[in-house]
Each structure stands twice: as C-alpha cells, then as structure tokens.
C-alpha cells in the first residue's frame, strides 16, 4: 500500500529537549516536504527536498531542521524546541513536475500528522 | 503574492443539502492548479478534487465538484447532498511553478458541520 509514515503521531515533550518525527514514504517519490498546521492559519511548509541530499527552507523554518540521506526518509528535528512549536505536523511527498503545463494532478500524499506539545 | 483566502471560518448545512465553501485565489502564474483537501477530526489530510489552470471543465468527483470562476480568481467546492460525514475542516490550496516542485499554498479553512 502506498503510504506516507510518521512518527511518533503523539509527542508531549518540555522546553530545549531535542527530538526527531520520522517520515517515510514508499513510492519512490523525489518531493519531500514538511508542514505544519496552526488555528486559523492553514498548512506552512517548513522545509522540503527536491531530493536526496537537496533541501531548503519553507516558509517557516525557524527553529527546525532536516536531512535527506535516503529518497525515502525526511525526518524533521527540533534542536531545542519551545512552546510556540506547539502544533500538529504534517509529512508529504509526490513525484516532482515534468513540465509548465501540467499532465497529472501532482497530488500530495500526506501522513497521518503528528502533534507535538511543548511544555 | 500568492495566496489563497477562505472566507468562511465556519459554515452549517442540513443533511442532504448542498453546500458551497468558498476560496480565492492570487497569483501571476499562468500555469497553477487548485485543489480541495478534507481534513476530520481524526486529522489525516484527505485528497478530493484539482482543477488545472488550462482545464476548460469544471472538475467534479463524485458529491465533489469544482465551481471554477477563472476570472475572478475563484474555485469553490460545492458539496451536493451533504452527509453526516462531510463534518470536517476542508482547506483550498493552490500549487505554483516553483523549481520544479510542487508547494502548496493553503487557506486557513473551514469548518462544515453537518446538521441532521
């Protein structure tokens, strides 16, 4: 089944501990991109990946990090994390356009989310 | 700026009514798509509908369809015959050329109870 996998989809953590939410994906997609969803404010990407060993920020990046060493892993860490990351998170991935006009709905797949507390 | 704006925060309907969630959108790219995610309670982000920027036809998926108002930088979900089920928060976003990649820019939501 194709699917995108986060984890951990719960966390309750306190100020400044570090902490990694892992995401996979199985369809062998380039684009990787990490969202994260706040009350009256909708999805901001926070990073993503064209592709291994490629990323760059969003619109949010501020206090978070990523990596790309697989095509298939993209985990988000939070190095010291703080109060105002309160906020559910979303991993996502698709194939990457093939051109200006587009031939297929280059849909994103999202995990199930992951929300995260800071104490 | 690229944007995309839902007006409506919340929005109640009878079961079996149809109803319409309204987005707008800005942007200067020619070439963009549009699409309608329904998120439940239990907060999975599920796909319903896209409608490219050249696609003459409204799309439509089922109790889905599209209401796209090129001109006025509209594409509206209307809902037909609305079940207990489609009580869920519904977010409009709008994919642009980018590099090559595909970013979503989403609305901040909104919120459809369904009322038996």
């Known amino acids: 089944e194709a699917q995108v996998t986060q984890n951990p989809r719960y966390l309750i953590t306190v100020t400044g501990k570090k902490l990694t939410v892992t995401c996979s994906q199985n369809m062998n997609h380039e684009y990787m991109s990490w969202y994260r969803q706040d009350p009256g404010l909708g999805l901001r990407q926070i990073y993503y990946s064209m592709n291994v060993e490629v990323t760059d920020k969003g619109d949010v990046p501020e206090g978070y990090k990523v990596s790309r060493k697989e095509k298939r892993n993209f985990p988000l860490i939070l190095e010291s994390p703080s109060p105002n990351q309160t906020s559910l998170y979303f991993c996502?991935?698709?194939?990457?356009?093939?051109?200006?006009?587009?031939?297929?709905?280059?849909?994103?797949?999202f995990g199930e989310g992951s929300r995260l507390t800071v104490l | 700026a690229q944007k995309i704006t839902q007006t409506q925060p919340g929005m109640f309907v009878q079961e079996k009514e149809a109803v319409t969630l309204d987005c707008t959108y800005d942007?200067?790219?020619?070439?963009?798509?549009l699409f309608w995610y329904k998120q439940p309670s239990s907060g999975e982000m599920i796909f319903l509908i896209y409608q490219g920027s050249y696609d003459e036809q409204n799309a439509t998926e089922g109790r889905y369809s599209l209401n796209f108002q090129k001109a006025r930088k509209s594409a509206n979900l209307v809902i037909s015959a609305s079940q207990l089920g489609d009580s869920a928060m519904y977010f409009c976003a709008m994919r642009v050329p980018s590099g090559g990649y595909n970013k979503l820019i989403f609305g901040a939501g909104t919120r459809l109870a369904v009322h038996p």
């Open positions: 942007t200067s790219d020619q070439s963009y798509g």
């Open positions: 996502a991935s698709s194939t990457r356009d093939r051109g200006v006009t587009y031939t297929n709905t280059g849909e994103l797949f």
